[in-house]
Each structure stands twice: as structure tokens, then as C-alpha cells.
């Protein structure tokens, strides 16, 4: 097999052939070095334990600028940019700024203070499933449930109105499908990536001018009026967080209840189990999680020379934690290759591992839960209406169509 081919958005789009390609790699060569024309080699990570491993040590492996993989051209573009960083988010911060620019909103989602939303999520649950239904029996349950329902949580939680929804959409979907042609503006370039972001800033400029001038309860008041270290934060942090959450807090979600109900779909008796029994609905959910891994990987640096399973890793090499391969790691998890509705334990890495533990994960779960529940009460089958179709990209990726065939009860 041809590692180098894990740079490729169509081998990510192409499941059966990643997850064979990984699973080739975790038993043949765990820790490979990836050498290819169009990309800086770096090592990557694939086995449970070596992601663990580096995540818990985030003094000798940093973040940097660079956290996700990009096209050579790209990141040189970017490098060469005369306007420094376009974002500087939680996921390009080390210690401390990182800890400090968390702690601005890690309250916010906590489970008390998600617990009095609850009422709310499980509301637009339910109206998502009223829409799914009134639409007729042949939907595509990405465009017409998955992506809209998180969506309109999370733009809820920020404090966007339901009018910028579509454009929101948009934008995030230029910017994690930038290698899908389907979704992104025209090429993959950086200064295609600048208009989308740039987009981004303007609308999240005139917020935070209107929530310094005028605070509400929502998390767009909190990262307006946000300081760090006595003084206010940035107008790049605070742009960049407003984009992290408006995207992340979304795209994920809507990947992951897209997939694992297609999981669910190819493992009927596990569908059946489910249905039988809703009270493992938070159980299947983290199944659907681990089983779909959106978020396909993240860089790290060296900052010293690192011996991984007798790889001698150097000094400023990065290195790719590979998730959905550590979620398929044959040592932690039995049957991996399997959906399993009640799996326990369900040690998976997709919300990553220690300080970058992903803030929102709780908010994630209570989503796909309610949303599971809602749609399994209410409908007395759903199948495979058509050829689902998965996202091209190294990074952020799930099921771009998915046609299925709904019958109400």
C-alpha cells in the first residue's frame, strides 16, 4: 500500500480503502513517515496508545500555526502572507495562552450550565424531525436534518439569529471542504481561504461591536467582553473563537449523526437493539462517534528529539495523530471494524485526549442523543435510498449526501 495516499481528500472520501490503509499501517508500520510531492513529511501516529501519548505530554509536542495538514503551496502561501496568522484559535494555542483563552467559555459548557438548555436542544430536535417528515418519505438526511439541527444549536448558544443560518452554513463548508469541489468557493488556495474568512470576521465584527455596546446572556457577550490578563481580548482571538465555535460546533455534530445512523442502517441488528432499547441511546451515540471520528487528525511538533516504538522522531518534526485510526485500534476496542449500539467500554479518541479535549464534547452527546431518540420514536423505518457520498478532505470529514427512504409511524 502507498502511505503517501493518506494526503489525498479522495482516500478520506473512499472509507473502505482508508480504513483498510490504516489498519494496514497499525500492524505493519504504527509509526510511519509519510514522504510525498505534495506535502512536508511528517511521522503520523496510528495506534490508541502513541495518540495518548503525545497529547498528555504538550510540553514536548506543540501546536504551532500549522496544526492541520495543508498542501505545500498552501502553507507557503500562508507563511508568506503579509497579514500574519488569519486565525489563531484553541486548536493552534499551547500552554498558557491556551488554558487562559479556554477558560473563557469552558463554564459555558459544563454540564450545569448545559443542563437548563437541555429543554431547548431537545426542542429543536424535535422540530427537525417535523421538517424531516413533512418533506415526504424521500429525504437526504445530511442536507435536509443533520446539518440544520446542530446548526441551530450552536448558533442559539452564540447568539446568531436564525436568518444568518444559511450563510453560516456556507461559510463553513468552504472552509472544512476546501479540497471538495462540491463545497469549496473555486481551487484550494490560501487566498480563497482569506475570502471565507474574511466573510467570517466582517459578520463577527459588527457582533461584537453590538454585544460590547449592548451584553446578553449569550457565549458571543462572553467572548466580546472577554480578557485576558486584564486587557481585552484581541480582535483576532476574539474572531478566531467566534469561528471555531461557529464551525467545530457544528460540523462535527452533524458528521457524526449522519454517519452512525448509516452505521446503523448497515448493522441491522444493531439498529434493531436500539430501537428495542432506548435507554442505550447515550451508548450508541458515542458508538456513532468513535465509528465516524470526524475530525480525521491533528498535528503535533517536536520540540525535542522523541523515540515512538523506535522511531527516532526529531526535533520540529510534526507528527499527525491519526483518529479514526486510533478508534479502530484492534488492542482497545473488540470487533472495531463493527458497529456495536451498546458498546462499553468506548475509550475513543474523537474528541481528542487531555488539555485539547474538545470543549464542546457534552454538548455534542446531548445533541445526537435527543436526536436519536426523537427520529427512533417516531419513525417505523428508514433505509438506504441511494449511494451515500462522504466528504473529500484530510481534516474535517463526513457523509456529504446521504438518501434515505422514511416511513412514519
Not at 14 to 24: C, E, R, V
Not at 81 to 87: K, Q, V
Not at 298 to 310: K, N, P, S, V
Request: charged letters at 30%; one cysteine or more; glycine letters at 4%.
Amino acid at each position: 500500500m502507498d502511505y503517501s495516499d493518506l494526503v489525498k481528500p479522495t482516500t478520506v472520501a473512499d472509507d473502505d480503502y482508508f480504513q483498510a490503509l490504516t489498519a494496514h499501517m497499525r500492524t505493519h508500520d504504527p509509526v510511519p513517515f509519510i514522504e510525498s510531492e505534495t506535502h512536508k513529511p511528517f511521522w503520523v501516529a496510528t495506534k490508541h496508545a502513541d495518540i495518548i501519548e503525545i497529547e498528555r505530554q504538550n510540553d514536548k509536542f506543540l501546536n504551532t500555526q500549522n496544526s492541520v495538514l495543508m498542501r505545500r503551496e498552501v502553507e507557503e502561501q500562508a507563511a508568506a502572507s503579509s497579514f500574519g496568522p488569519a486565525l489563531r484559535t484553541l486548536i493552534n494555542m499551547d500552554d498558557p495562552d491556551h488554558r487562559k483563552f479556554r477558560d473563557l467559555t469552558r463554564e459555558w459548557f459544563l454540564p450545569a450550565n448545559l443542563k437548563p438548555l437541555e429543554t431547548r436542544v431537545k426542542e429543536l430536535a424535535v422540530l427537525a424531525v417535523d421538517d424531516m417528515l413533512e418533506r415526504g418519505e424521500e429525504i437526504d438526511f445530511v442536507k435536509d436534518v443533520a446539518v440544520w439541527y446542530p446548526l441551530r444549536v450552536i448558533m442559539m448558544i452564540l447568539g446568531v439569529p436564525e436568518e444568518d443560518l444559511p450563510m453560516m452554513l456556507r461559510l463553513t463548508q468552504e472552509l472544512f471542504g476546501a479540497d471538495d469541489p462540491d463545497m469549496r468557493r473555486e481551487a484550494e488556495t490560501e487566498e480563497q481561504r482569506m475570502q471565507t474568512l474574511m466573510e467570517f470576521f466582517m459578520y463577527f465584527n459588527a457582533m461584537t461591536e453590538d454585544r460590547r455596546k449592548s451584553p446578553g446572556e449569550d457565549v458571543a457577550s462572553v467572548i466580546a467582553n472577554a480578557e485576558i490578563d486584564g486587557k481585552q481580548i484581541g480582535d483576532l482571538e476574539a474572531m478566531s473563537y467566534y469561528v471555531i465555535i461557529a464551525t467545530a460546533g457544528h460540523d462535527t455534530t452533524s458528521s457524526s449523526a449522519a454517519g452512525g445512523l448509516l452505521a446503523l442502517m448497515h448493522h441491522p441488528d444493531e439498529f434493531r437493539k436500539l430501537k428495542e432499547n432506548p435507554e442505550i441511546s447515550h451508548l450508541a451515540v458515542d458508538e456513532a462517534i468513535r465509528w465516524v471520528s470526524p475530525v480525521k487528525h491533528f498535528l503535533r511538533y517536536a520540540t525535542e528529539d522523541y523515540e515512538l516504538r523506535g522511531r527516532q522522531i526529531k526535533t520540529d518534526d510534526p507528527i499527525m495523530m491519526l483518529y479514526p485510526s486510533g478508534n479502530r485500534d484492534e488492542e482497545v476496542f473488540d470487533r472495531p471494524d463493527r458497529f456495536v449500539a451498546d458498546r462499553r467500554p468506548n475509550r475513543h479518541l474523537a474528541f481528542g485526549h487531555g488539555a485539547h479535549h474538545c470543549l464542546g464534547n457534552l454538548l455534542a452527546k446531548m445533541e445526537m442523543k435527543h436526536l436519536y431518540e426523537e427520529l427512533f420514536s417516531r419513525v417505523s423505518s428508514i433505509e438506504l435510498n441511494g449511494e451515500p457520498k462522504l466528504i473529500q478532505s484530510t481534516f474535517v470529514s463526513g457523509l456529504k449526501t446521504l438518501p434515505v427512504r422514511v416511513k412514519a409511524k
